[in-house]
């Protein structure tokens, strides 16, 4: 599915840039001809609306970084400046923190889209490990920025992640030292925060240009996890593609101006608004809700490097999926029993984002354990084993015959080009 | 590379010799520049240099206790009760998660006896980080099961020698390098 360029530049100057750069064709080619599997679904758009909120958080940040200052003694003091003093300031820091927030919302449904829809089979691992590295990266920005406000929450969060790596044997303590530049979580480790809080996100947008590139090697996957067989299975990107994306980013917006104008402090937590006090934690610490099920994990295990260790594996076992799922048929919808353990997978990852929440007692450390354990068996044993039992339903014979409802099946199946 | 020149020639050349010892060098050189860019985040020079801190801690009658910053941490410093020193007295040290005393102030495998806790002469003082050992929160003293110290982040439980009893973190509270310079006057550093 190469989609080569069917573009002509019209006029002289365009002609003369095609010849020494063509970057003009190379849009055409990926965002206007590219030819998109015509039964996408409206969870197929979540990728444009990752790409907006990615480019929402850059100038968001750009202009919030022109207030904000990186020192331990004015950091939460320039927050609050930012919400009071600075024209349009609450507005600006208000999208930008409820944009954290939307941003894992969309990547969470974007990686279950592709949990469901197989999209991470042959051939498209490297465009989902590609994604797996997206979400690492955004888990870091997040983590930093959070620390940026200098208030209990940022602190103690701060503490506690940067403490994961003391459990390391023998090295720990120097690592946790060097990550801080001090011998607690202070004003040297805030700063560097800041530097690398501004520079992950264009490390994102780096990989982003990797991971759509992958993409449009391997062509976009659909809801019936077949081949693109023939020109009649696929409509061009524009303006099909083009017009839905840019309607669920609207839909996706309206959500997001009723958080910030109507609910700004409710993915926030009020003791973020208590300035860092290295003496005293908070009597309940919990992080952002987006963390909930990895925190969950953690909790999970009384020990502390197996703690750790788990949590690190709560992710990396994401990065090998494509090779767990011994099943060659993508799309859950013809796969009856991993349809039912994939809704049983999502309950399981949001049962563990509730128990994160919840204090580290009684029945919820049993129900953590329980559901950590559940959400490894579902990788390491589930997955592999339903691939060999299960009996997939037949699949159509293409995209269009199942779309055009039989109008198209008569057709002969011709050499297909792409 | 080795026979490029002469196919017979099994030995490797002195063209080789040269390859492989300019690539050497490079790469070394490449490690020796990396390490002022790792170096830099430890910490620096002004944070070394805030190592020591003395306290007064004339006014702490037996069952108080003092939270004071040092090195950006808070340290506790506890005047321990008859009773709470009696009780940490009487747990048999085989029986802790950690049976080691932690204390910068003795060899590193010292047992974690309730004497090896507290102060050098005086016992009923108990001065340790006030940092949990597990990921790093402020426990709340005179709390939890024995009395000692509670972390309310992920529910470890101290005794009142600061040992860990029950919960995630894995090492009793640690005890930094300190001494009474006066009767009533700590240095710690
Ligand atoms: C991947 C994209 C990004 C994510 C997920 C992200 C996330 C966050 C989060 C969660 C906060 C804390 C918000 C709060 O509670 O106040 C924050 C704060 C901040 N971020 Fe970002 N950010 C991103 C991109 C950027 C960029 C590109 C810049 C600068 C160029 C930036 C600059 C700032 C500044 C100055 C603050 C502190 C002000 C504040 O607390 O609102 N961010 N960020
Ligand atoms: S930090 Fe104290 S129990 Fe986790």
Known sequence: MEGHSTYQPKNGAAKWLERRLPIMGLAHSSFVAYPTPRNLNYWWTFGAILSFVLAEQIITGIVLAMHYVPAGSLAFSSVESIMRDVNFGWLLRYIHANGASLFFFAVYIHMFRGMYYGSYKEPREVLWILGVLILLLMIAAAFMGYVLPWGQMSFWAATVITNLFSAIPLVGPSITEWLWGGFAVDSATLNRFYALHYLLPFMIAGVVVLHIWALHVSGQNNPLGIDVKSKKDTLPFTPFATIKDMFATVVFLILFAWLVFYLPNYMGHPDNYIPADPLKTPAHIVPEWYFLPFYAILRAIPDKLLGVIALFAAIAVLFLLPWFDTSRVRSAKFRPIFRQFFWIFVLVCIGLGYLGSQPAEGGYVIASRILTAYYFLHFLVILPVIGLIERPKPLPNSISESVLQGSGAAAPATGSKG | ?189
């Open chain 2, 1 to 189: 590379m080795a026979n490029t020149e002469t196919a017979d020639n099994a030995e490797p050349t002195r063209r080789d010799f040269i390859y492989i010892a300019t690539g050497g060098v490079a790469a070394v050189g490449a490690a020796l520049t990396i390490w002022p860019f790792i170096d830099q985040m430890n910490p620096d020079a002004a944070a070394l240099a805030l190592a020591q801190v003395e306290v007064d801690v004339s006014a702490l009658e037996p069952g108080m206790s003092l939270t004071v910053k040092w090195r950006g941490k808070p340290v506790f410093i506890r005047n321990r009760t008859a009773k709470e020193i009696e009780e940490a007295e009487a747990v048999d040290v085989d029986s802790l998660p950690d049976g080691l005393a932690r204390n910068a102030n003795l060899a590193a495998d010292a047992p974690a006896s309730d004497a090896n806790r507290g102060a050098d002469g005086r016992e009923a003082w108990l001065v340790q980080i006030g940092i949990c050992t597990h990921l790093g929160c402020v426990p709340l003293g005179q709390q939890g099961a024995y009395g000692g110290y509670f972390c309310p982040c992920h529910g470890s439980v101290y005794d009142t020698a600061g040992r860990i009893r029950q919960g995630p973190a894995p090492e009793n509270l640690h005890i930094p390098v300190y001494s009474f310079v006066t009767e009533t006057k700590l240095r710690i550093g």
